[in-house]
Antibody
Framework: QVQLVQSGAEVKKIGASVKVSCKPS????????VSWVRQAPGQGLEWMAY????????KYAQKFQGRVTLTTDTSTSTAYMDLRSLTSDDTAIYYC??????????????WGQGTLVTVSS | EIVLTQSPGTLSLSPGERATLSCGASRSVSSSYVVWYQQKPGQAPRLLIYAGSGRATGIPDRFSGSGSGTDFTLTISRLEPEDFAVYYC?????????FGGGTKVDIK
């Protein structure tokens, strides 16, 4: 059973940055792309960005361009999401999810447990 | 950019009833790139339907997806107690993913 294990909850100040990690178990890390999706309290799902660990290709939602950076560490099979200049609107659960292939044109089959990021003054 | 509109926002039904959830796209899209997820409180989303009508592994056959062009439907033939949840449609394009706003199916 594939699992994506994310880092723990974070509390940040307005203007700070947060870095969330995601470590998929099982299958070859570079065979599957990863997307990051967030969910504000009581709200729906919002796609943020995608990364292909095989070649480092990234795609970002326009809303987050310039404020989020996705990276991977193939030596530890871990994906990272770095979000900067936090505001209270960034308070949300952040999920990583695995695509069924390397391409963005594939659906998300497994999801991490979510990481709650709370931004306060 | 594609916008997905789900309706209704909330569907109140009883166990055993049929649920029909709609997802409308702002322009015609290929059903191959339409996906449905289920999310229960405190849990991550779970893949239900991919490529418009393919059931994910372990998903009961009471769940079915259909549609084409701008109109897509998730049908739950007979609601079981564990089916009361929020359902999201999603489209993936060459440079982004888009989610609908969700439909909550709650117990009448």
């Amino acid at each position: 059973q594939v699992q994506l294990v994310q880092s723990g909850a974070e509390v940040k100040k307005i203007g700070a940055s947060v870095k969330v990690s995601c470590k998929p178990s099982g299958d070859i890390f570079t065979s599957y792309a990863v997307s990051w999706v967030r969910q504000a309290p009581g709200q729906g799902l919002e796609w943020m960005a995608y990364i292909n660990p095989y070649n480092g290709d990234t795609k970002y939602a326009q809303k987050f361009q310039g404020r989020v950076t996705l990276t991977t560490d193939t030596s530890t099979s871990t994906a990272y999401m770095d979000l900067r200049s936090l505001t209270s609107d960034d308070t949300a659960i952040y999920y990583c999810a695995r695509h069924v292939g390397r391409n963005i044109l594939t659906h998300l089959d497994y999801w991490g447990q979510g990481t709650l990021v709370t931004v306060s003054s | 950019e594609i916008v997905l509109t789900q309706s209704p926002g909330t569907l109140s039904l009883s166990p055993g009833e049929r649920a029909t959830l709609s997802c409308g796209a702002s322009r015609s899209v290929s059903s191959s790139y339409v996906v449905w997820y289920q999310q229960k409180p405190g849990q991550a989303p779970r893949l239900l339907i991919y490529a418009g009508s393919g059931r994910a592994t372990g998903i009961p056959d009471r769940f079915s997806g259909s549609g084409s062009g701008t109109d897509f439907t998730l049908t739950i033939s007979r609601l079981e107690p564990e089916d009361f949840a929020v359902y999201y449609c999603q489209y993936y394009g060459s440079s982004s993913l888009t989610f609908g706003g969700g439909t909550k199916v709650d117990i009448k």
